[in-house]
């Protein structure tokens, strides 16, 4: 199965915060009990420069994956990955245009990985700043 391809804006200081549903062939969602994810945010493919990674192993500001949803609600049996950048953490970002991808991650000793969603990333700068 390709990735997905989704393309998205982060407004520079605000909170990024959407959820992704994965489902099957036959639009079952997908249990994620087993699964571990990770996501990074790029300068081009291949790059060097790494503007933020988000991990299932949510930092204490929030920020991460959740494969409970973005509000922790739901279970992980209902296939929905949330997608978290606090405020604090999208106010650091500094770049215009990015790119990213997100994958999925079952098993530890032979892990298999799934590339679930990939584009670009336009970052819309703030103009007011808190001190």
């Known amino acids: 199965m390709a990735a997905g391809k989704y393309n998205f804006t982060i407004e ?11 489902k099957d062939s036959n639009d079952v969602a ?8 990770r996501m990074q945010i790029k300068d081009k493919i ?3 420069t790494t503007h933020i990674t988000l991990s299932s192993s949510l930092s204490p500001d929030g920020t991460g994956l959740n494969f409970s949803g973005s509000s ?7 296939g929905t990955i949330g997608v978290f950048i606090s405020a604090n953490s999208s106010s650091a970002l500094d770049f ?3 790119v ?4 999925i991650v079952s098993g530890s000793t032979f892990p298999i990985v799934t590339r679930l969603l990939q584009g670009s990333v336009t970052l819309d700068k703030e ?5």
């Open 127 to 131: 103009v007011t700043t808190v001190s």
């Open 96 to 98: 215009s245009k990015a």
């Open 72 to 78: 922790g609600i739901n279970p992980p049996t209902s």
């Open 46 to 48: 291949g790059g060097s």
């Open 100 to 103: 990213y991808d997100l994958e």
């Open 12 to 22: 520079q200081g605000t909170t990024v915060d959407f959820d992704i549903a994965y």
């Open 30 to 37: 997908v249990n994620l009990s087993d699964y571990s994810g």
